[in-house]
């Protein structure tokens, strides 16, 4: 991923509302969720959602596809990958597990396991 385009991501999540859409999006999975759906559990009115979706449709972290009357959105999980290689492309002076992503999806071991201290 291209600086610019981390910007933009980052940018687009840098709001409260959008950041909540997109988590919620993200916790959706492959399924996603109507944005009629997202507006009710944000309690978001659909105006304002269309606004903030855009938002996050141009920076290349919602997709969406139309079902008959309903969009569907959903996050797509390779620019949110790219997004967080971006940022960890180069931590933790070369020890990948110190600063590995915990996310929700790993086992309860390695979101707990203590960081080893080296001399």
Do not use: W
């Not at 009710?40 to 449709?57: C, D, E, G, I, Q």
């Not at 797509?76 to 971006?86: C, E, I, P, R, S």
């Amino acid at each position: 991923m291209k600086s610019i385009k981390a910007v933009q991501a980052l940018s687009a999540l840098a709001q409260a509302s959008r950041l909540a859409a997109y988590r919620l999006l993200v916790q959706a999975g492959d399924d996603g969720l109507a944005v009629g759906e997202i507006s009710r559990r944000l309690k978001v009115p659909a105006p304002t959602l269309t606004s903030h979706l855009n938002v996050l449709r141009r920076a290349g972290l919602v997709r969406d596809e139309r079902e008959g009357r309903v969009i569907r959105c959903r996050a797509d999980y390779a620019q949110m990958n790219a997004l967080l290689g971006f940022l960890t492309e180069s931590c933790c002076a070369g020890d990948p597990d110190a600063c590995a992503p915990a996310s929700a999806c790993a086992t309860s071991t390695r979101m707990t396991k203590p960081r080893s201290s080296k001399p």
